[in-house]
């Protein structure tokens, strides 16, 4: 019988603090009800072999080639941990859009990195290494990630995160509304312009202003006042917005959320295009005003499961 391990794990939305939190700021992270699928199986042949039935893709690599693609460095690094003497197929299958700010690639990233290490260990891997080993993945999807999409995607639930810390939050479940703008955009490319302009004294004042928001985020999370979290989602948006990672079909998005009801509204992840996020009391209302107006808008669950075997 072929030697195969099985493990999804969770997409995420940033709620408070991305960017920010690139430079030792905190963030606020939640893990979604889609996820991403990952199945291991044990080759003689010392190949590692990526299939994506959803881009209808496959991928073929070497044990010790450099990786370009952050699915064959995560398999790399893992068969590397285990000391394992053998190849690997990895075949995912994902709810999660693709380069949209929902982790797409730390879910796949996470999950590859738990099937192959269960695949080839003894024991159970922990979640901590599950987390390691798909960061260094993460490196080659974004250069020099903060960590938090692999933590939220490994842990689940709602997470307080900065560089090194990790603070689980006994936070609500809550439905957001997503709205893809359906724009392409470069993460690393955002990120980057971010960087040059954050030495100017009057862009750093932005980062502390958006650092104070998500403290306050996090004591109106505690309270599950949404009222309250719905306000600080407006104001971390401005910040954003001052940031220069906004773009006019964004704004056009959160505009159009805010008219219909929405407690609050911004962008998600680098920005630049991508989602926006609504949160709301009444989802349907504020997805279909969304889809009414171009943007392709689903309903999600936050504070989900983490990393899992299936």
């Not at 960017?19 to 291991?40: F, N, Q, S, W």
């Not at 990233?109 to 099937?115: H, I, L």
């Not at 401005?238 to 056009?252: D, H, I, K, P, T």
Request: glycine share 8%; aromatic share 4%; charged share 25%.
């Amino acid at each position: 019988m072929t030697n195969s391990a099985r493990a999804s794990a969770p997409g995420k939305l940033i709620l408070f603090g991305e960017h920010i939190v690139i430079y030792g700021e905190p963030a606020i992270a939640t893990a979604l009800d889609k996820r991403a699928y990952v199945t291991a199986t044990e080759l003689e042949n010392k190949k590692i072999v990526v299939r994506s039935k959803d881009l209808g893709t496959e991928i073929e690599a070497s044990f010790k080639e450099q990786a370009k693609d952050p699915i064959v460095r995560a398999a790399q690094v893992a068969l590397e941990k285990t000391k394992a003497n053998k190849g690997v197929q990895i075949e995912i299958n994902s709810e999660i859009p693709i380069s949209v700010g929902l982790g797409s690639s730390a879910s796949v990233s996470v999950a590859t990195a738990a099937a192959v290490l269960k695949l080839f260990s003894e024991k159970e891997p922990s979640k901590f290494e599950m987390m390691t080993v798909a960061h260094e993945a993460e490196k080659i999807a974004h250069g020099n990630p903060s960590g938090v999409d692999t933590a939220i995607t490994t842990f689940g639930g709602t997470i307080f995160f900065k560089k090194g810390e990790i603070e689980g939050l006994d936070a609500p479940q809550m439905e957001i509304v997503i709205g893809n703008t359906k724009v392409s955009r470069n993460t690393k490319e955002i990120v980057e312009n971010v960087k040059k302009i954050v030495e100017d004294p009057r862009v750093a004042y932005n980062l502390f202003t958006i650092s104070s928001i998500v403290k306050r985020a996090r004591e109106a999370l505690l309270r599950s006042n949404l009222t309250e979290v719905g306000h600080l989602m407006n104001k971390n948006q401005e910040f954003l917005r001052a940031l220069g990672v906004s773009s006019v079909e964004l704004e056009q998005l959160i505009q159009i959320a805010n008219q219909a009801g929405a407690y609050g509204a911004k962008l998600t992840g680098a920005g630049g295009g991508g989602c926006m996020i609504a949160l709301t009391d009444m989802p349907e209302k504020i997805q279909d005003a969304l889809n009414k107006n171009g943007a392709e808008a689903f309903i999600a669950k936050t504070n989900q499961q983490g990393v899992k075997y299936e």
